[in-house]
T-cell receptor, first 112, second 114 residues
Framework: ETGVTQTPRHLVMGMTNKKSLKCEQH?????MYWYKQSAKKPLELMFV???????ENNSVPSRFSPECPNSSHLFLHLHTLQPEDSALYLC???????????FGPGTRLTVL | EDQVTQSPEALRLQEGESSSLNCSYT??????LFWYRQDPGKGPEFLFT???AGEEKEKERLKATLTKKESFLHITAPKPEDSATYLC???????????????FGKGTKLSVIP
């Protein structure tokens, strides 16, 4: 595997389910990001981890819970989501300098 | 609050018909302006970073330029494989945690017709 991978690629869940999104980067980077991309809206930064410590949390609802166990892996734990949370969730990574970010293919999430 | 506006929202070009995409921005401070390309079903792919007014960067048929208020992405003699959504983003000056906060525009969807 090369670059940034994300699993699953598609996820359909009910409002009462609990699920997790996984991201893995094979680039030797030490910063990882979660973004949300909704139709007709700009890309929104949700969380940033640098050297496995959370450094940015953009007022994201607590039903989204990130986890970064090491510099190569990032998770987004989901519980009791709302239909408006349906979107493409993108993971990215970079060196400590955030200027060049490498994105994964995203997870298309649908909340019923 | 930083703001980024991209225009047009969508652009259809004939193959070989050159044009430009616009990204205008309002920021309290600018570390850099970034261009990304996003294909359907994929994540954004980094293209360029511009750091100061007057700077230009080129890659194949693409050239990005920067002024104090806007950036242009010029596409010369485009081919169908250039069809994608082009995203522009700005980053604040380095200041610890806030440095990671890129503000993106909504993108321009480019279609190049053979």
């Amino acid at each position: 595997e090369t670059g940034v991978t994300q699993t699953p690629r598609h996820l359909v869940m009910g409002m009462t389910n609990k699920k997790s999104l996984k991201c893995e980067q094979h680039l030797g980077h030490n910063a990882m990001y979660w973004y949300k991309q909704s139709a007709k809206k700009p890309l929104e930064l949700m969380f940033v981890y640098s050297l496995e410590e959370r450094v940015e949390n953009n007022s994201v609802p607590s039903r989204f819970s990130p986890e970064c166990p090491n510099s190569s892996h990032l998770f987004l734990h989901l519980h009791t989501l709302q239909p408006e949370d349906s979107a493409l969730y993108l993971c990215a990574s970079s060196q400590e300098d955030p200027d060049t970010q490498y994105f994964g293919p995203g997870t298309r999430l649908t909340v019923l | 609050e930083d703001q980024v506006t991209q225009s047009p929202e969508a652009l259809r070009l004939q193959e070989g018909e050159s044009s430009s995409l616009n990204c205008s921005y309002t920021v309290s401070g600018l570390r850099g302006l970034f261009w990304y390309r996003q294909d359907p079903g994929k994540g954004p792919e980094f293209l360029f970073t511009l750091y100061s007014a007057g700077e230009e960067k080129e890659k194949e048929r693409l050239k990005a330029t920067l002024t104090k208020k806007e950036s242009f992405l010029h596409i010369t003699a485009p081919k169908p494989e250039d069809s994608a959504t082009y995203l522009c983003a700005v980053g604040p000056p380095y200041s610890g945690a806030g440095s990671y906060q890129l503000t993106f525009g909504k993108g321009t969807k480019l279609s190049v017709i053979p």
